[in-house]
């Protein structure tokens, strides 16, 4: 805005016929206000569009919006206009400090004509001139949210008629907000429950710990909407890494270079393990936890690093990066917290189910095994004693009579080919069922694939054509 125009500005805002804004511009703001409110659900923007266009009725050097924090104890910043370099190194005023902490304590309107009359108001850098300040509470029926804040030089002092016409505004703009924040809730609430649902459908479906978190580890980087995400898989003892996964392709963070390394190669490992909740790394906080290789692969600028744990042992990392440094607030937080229960819970049903797995695949072998005795005993131990008794009876007609020992051992070679093919057949049983179904080669170029799924070590296997 140009010098001239400033002041054909200030002049129509300022200086109004009787001193009190005329009805119609004040009804049309009023309309303007309500329609910017109803229309639009980025809070942000739509506090600072009310600010541009109450300045055009009510003139003001700086307006400030400051919302209560969740522990309602302070007052943030959340929308400015024209405010001076000092305030914004304040950003915040706690309950009951300076003018807009006395408005949120009391929940009345503060209209100061003099600030260097007024104890209320706190000087936030060199000034030279005194102000006048008009603070209004931001109120939802009984929910008390902060308040709007108008300052401008004490010469023109705001006046009821400025009081009243503001009062009005910070009551639409508190309804406003009240609603913006439902509809946040909401859609964290419902991004918080499509993100335990994939965690949890992952762990769910999986049939090997490797498919759960690369699935989700996915799936959290979508449902977060993250920039980066991985997890890293410890080894039994919690001393080498074994494996790592990256929900993108090239990898984000490049940490499958650490695989079969030392946790200490990672310090972010340790500080995760010994801290037993999740924690923030800020990209200006590099290299200490995270060297500055991964960092550089990336575009977060903050990072939350989740550990996975079952009955206090820690079984996993899950470290999710983000482009927006403020992005980790508490709620985000617990849910990447509950993210990484799920997991755990994913993680320990697998090691359960393989648990189970095998106590099955051994009863089943005993069983076998102890129908193979069985047949061998009602079987092959008749066959092996029959063919001794022919023998027995070769040998004794060996002396007394000759011609008859041949038809006797032929018979034996037979029996004795007949328990040789039994014993083919009991043998053949006790291979496993995969080398039933399959040849040798096959057999070992599936238990490869088999490996390299279960530890992601590649692992390249080819079998060549049969000899002779």
């Known amino acids: 805005m140009t010098e001239r125009a400033r002041k054909v500005d200030a002049s129509r805002l300022r200086v109004l016929t009787g001193g009190s804004p005329t009805p119609a511009p004040s009804y049309r703001l009023l309309t303007q206000v309500s329609a910017a409110l109803s229309t639009s659900l980025d809070l942000d923007r739509t506090l600072k569009e009310i600010l541009e266009r109450m300045n055009a009725l009510v003139a ?24 001076p370099v000092a305030l914004k190194e304040v950003k915040s005023f706690k309950v009951g400090e300076g ?15 003099d600030s260097s009359k007024d104890a209320r108001y706190k000087v936030t850098g060199p000034e030279r001139r005194a102000k006048t300040v008009l603070a209004a509470p931001l109120r939802a029926q009984d929910n008390l ?53 994939a965690t949890a459908q992952a762990g769910s479906e999986a049939v090997m710990t490797p498919e759960l978190l690369q699935r989700a580890v996915k799936q959290v980087a979508f449902a977060m909407r993250a920039t980066a995400a991985a997890v890293i898989l410890p080894d039994e003892e919690g001393e080498i890494i074994e494996a790592a996964f990256d929900a993108s392709d090239p990898p984000a963070f490049g940490l499958e270079s650490l695989r079969s390394q030392p ?47 079952w009955q206090d042992r820690m079984t996993a990392a899950l470290i999710v990066g983000f482009a927006d440094a403020d992005r980790l607030i508490p709620s985000e937080l617990e849910l990447l917290d509950e993210i990484g229960r799920q997991l755990a819970l994913g993680m320990e049903r697998l ?47 060996a002396a007394s009579e000759p011609d008859g020992v041949a038809p006797v051992l032929t018979g034996a070679i037979q029996q004795t080919n007949h328990v040789l093919s039994e014993m083919r057949t009991f043998i053949y049983q006790l291979r496993p069922i995969i080398m039933q179904e399959k040849q040798i080669g096959e057999w070992v170029v599936d238990l490869c694939q088999q490996f390299q799924l279960a530890t992601g070590i590649p692992v390249r296997a080819e ?3 049969t000899a002779g």
């Open 60 to 83: 003001f050097d700086a307006a400030t919006v400051f919302l209560l924090d969740d522990s309602r104890t302070e007052l943030h910043v959340k929308a400015a206009l024209g405010v």
């Open 99 to 113: 003018v807009v902490g006395w408005v949120v304590r009391h929940g009345a309107t503060a209209l100061i004509q």
């Open 145 to 197: 949210l902060g308040a709007m804040v108008l300052v401008r030089a004490a010469k023109e002092p705001f006046g009821p008629e400025h009081q009243r016409l503001v009062e009005a505004i910070a009551s639409q703009a508190a309804v406003a907000i009240d609603h913006a924040r439902l509809y946040e809730t909401e859609r964290a609430s419902r991004r918080r429950a499509e993100a335990l649902l």
């Open 263 to 309: 946790l200490a190669a990672l310090p972010l490992l340790a500080a995760v393990r010994d801290a037993g909740r999740p924690l923030v790394v800020q990209r200006g906080a590099r290299p200490s936890l995270l060297d500055d290789a991964f960092w550089s692969r990336s575009e977060a600028q903050v990072l939350a690093a989740v550990p996975v744990r």
């Open 351 to 397: 090691r359960l189910q393989a648990r189970v797995q095998d106590q099955q695949n051994e009863m089943v072998v005993v069983a076998e095994r102890n129908r193979i005795a069985r047949d061998m005993h009602d079987g092959l131990v008749q066959y092996v004693y029959a063919l001794g008794l022919q023998l027995e009876h070769a040998r004794d007609l």
């Open 463 to 465: 079998v060549g054509a």
